[in-house]
């Protein structure tokens, strides 16, 4: 019987109904009222309910001690990791098992952030795990320039889940470079060189992909990304318009809105921004658009129902294809739909996907067009590890898994009543600004005072960091992000929650 484990009860003692927040596992915080309960009472913690328990039994660590890792990571290692951590104290994870991860000590902690939103099907999933082990055992590695069975099985298997004319794929090794393949067959078909994304996106961190990558924190004072536009983000809670009705979502804004049914004027405005960009920063003829269908990194953002609806018509008037990244929203875990773009009712001319195709495994995908292929066919691309038959088998048994044990349904389901109890929360607490997404891709964004204008709302860093410390506590690994970029339509940081997984095992 598989069953589904997430949290429904957090530790909020830093929301009470006074300055002084006391719980025995927090001591005391001492808190703006900014930060509390409406209402003038004292907020009564309820008893944290145990971990479910697990048959899972991990190996015991034997390996270097936790300061010799540490010396090592200072040391030998890329030097912006530790500086990207969410937690006061390192995690030394050991092993995992499904939605759960072990620490060096033995530890068990409830995965919400499934290494950023890649682990897709659980932590060494018996399936998956099946399928490399049996594939290792026969080919670890050859070129995709000889044709071997695990490759085509593979490929066959994921066109079949896009729509037409959406057939013909490019293996790669990660998002980032499948960005970057896609930004070229984009400017070689069209013969245009001007890309447009969204303010806040996140494409990727290489020399190209940077440019579409619109995130101060990502960014280095050289030039990288020739070509690249960032428009205005159509985000109906942060942006200058935004009513109750614009998401494709269980939950909305909280701002007033007073369109008819079935029109948006948020939705028109930001076209018009669109519009804007279009006619005076690029020029008349442009190679493409970028867009994930719902903003990853930039804080779960969702747009106007119809927004890229129209946003592709303008682009392809312009000579322009339309590129939807699916590194975050792809393969079911919006719930609603297979692919995030499904859910915005249009068929784009390129797919990248990455993170969840191989449940943590390097790889990624560029999905296109016969037409678009025939274009980039003109030269010789070829990539080594692009189609590894380890990588395929994986991938291959991540679909087969997706289906079998109906982790669409799982994702829309739970997703769904977490975004609804989470909306409960928002409704009680001044802290919580705003509750948005879909299925298992949920964002909760904190706010100083949310009854203030746009441009006034401020973020909550340090207790966005209490937050995060105390569900480490309670055996929580959560996605939580403090993005320190300037959103130019409201000019001020933000900061977010981001749910990015929750998973499901047999007891």
């Not at 620490?103 to 939103?117: H, K, N, Q, T």
Request: with cysteine; charged share 20%; net charge neutral.
């Amino acid at each position: 019987m598989h069953k589904v484990v997430f949290p429904v009860s957090f530790r909020w003692a830093f929301l009470t109904g006074q300055k002084k927040c006391t719980h025995s596992s927090l001591g005391k915080l001492h808190l703006s009222g900014a930060l509390c309960q409406k209402e003038d009472y004292k907020y009564t913690i309820p008893d944290i309910p145990e971990m479910p328990s697990c048959s899972f039994n991990p190996e015991e660590y034997k390996g270097m001690s936790k300061e010799r890792m540490l010396d090592i990571r200072r040391q030998n290692c890329n030097p912006m990791t530790p500086k990207v951590t969410y937690y006061k104290r390192p995690v030394f994870i050991h092993q995992g098992y499904m939605q759960w991860l072990w620490d060096v000590d033995g530890r068990r902690y409830l995965d919400l952030f499934a290494g950023v939103a890649t682990v897709s099907v659980g932590h060494c999933h018996p399936k998956v795990l099946t399928a490399a082990e049996q594939q290792l055992k026969k080919l670890w590695h050859t070129t995709n320039i000889y044709i071997y069975p695990t490759l085509h099985e593979y490929c066959e298997k994921l066109a079949s889940y896009l729509p037409d004319p959406l057939k013909v794929i490019y293996l790669t090794n990660s998002g980032s470079e499948a960005n970057d393949l896609a930004m070229l067959m984009a400017r070689l078909h069209t013969g245009n060189y001007d890309i447009i994304t969204f303010r806040g996106s996140y494409h990727g961190g290489g020399p190209q992909t940077l440019g579409l990558t619109s995130n101060a924190a990502y960014k280095y004072p050289v030039a990288s990304g020739l070509g690249c536009t960032n428009t205005m983000c159509p985000d109906v809670f942060r942006g200058p318009w935004g009513g109750s009705h614009c998401r494709d979502s269980p939950v909305q804004t909280i701002r007033d809105c007073s369109c008819a049914q079935g029109h948006c004027k948020a939705n028109e405005l930001y076209i018009e921004q669109l519009r804007e960009t279009l006619a005076t920063s690029v020029p008349t003829r442009i190679a493409g658009f970028f867009a994930e269908p719902i903003q990853g990194v930039g804080g779960a953002v969702q747009y106007p129902r119809d927004f890229l609806k129209e946003a592709y018509r303008l682009v392809r008037e312009r000579g322009g294809i339309c590129i939807a990244d699916e590194v975050q929203t792809g393969f079911g875990r919006t719930g609603s739909h297979f692919w995030g773009f499904q859910g915005h009712d249009v068929i784009p001319d390129m797919v990248t996907m990455a993170k969840g195709i191989g449940n943590g495994f390097p790889m990624g995908a560029v999905v296109t067009t016969p037409e678009i292929a025939a274009s980039f066919a003109r030269g010789v691309h070829f990539n080594t590890f692009g189609g590894n038959p380890v990588a395929c088998a994986m991938a291959s048994s991540v679909l087969d898994t997706i289906q079998e044990d109906k982790m669409q349904k799982v994702s829309l389901d739970v997703g769904t009543y977490l975004l609804k109890e989470l909306a409960k929360l928002r409704d009680k607490y001044e802290i919580i600004g705003d509750v948005r997404g879909k299925g298992l891709m949920i964002g909760v964004e904190m706010v100083t005072d949310k009854v203030l204008s746009v441009e006034q709302k401020e973020s909550l860093t340090e207790a966005e960091n209490e937050i995060i410390g105390q569900l480490l506590g309670d055996g929580m690994l959560s996605g939580f992000i403090c993005c320190c970029f300037i959103k130019t339509h409201c000019n001020k940081k933000k900061g977010f929650w981001c749910f990015k997984h929750v998973f499901f095992h047999d007891m």
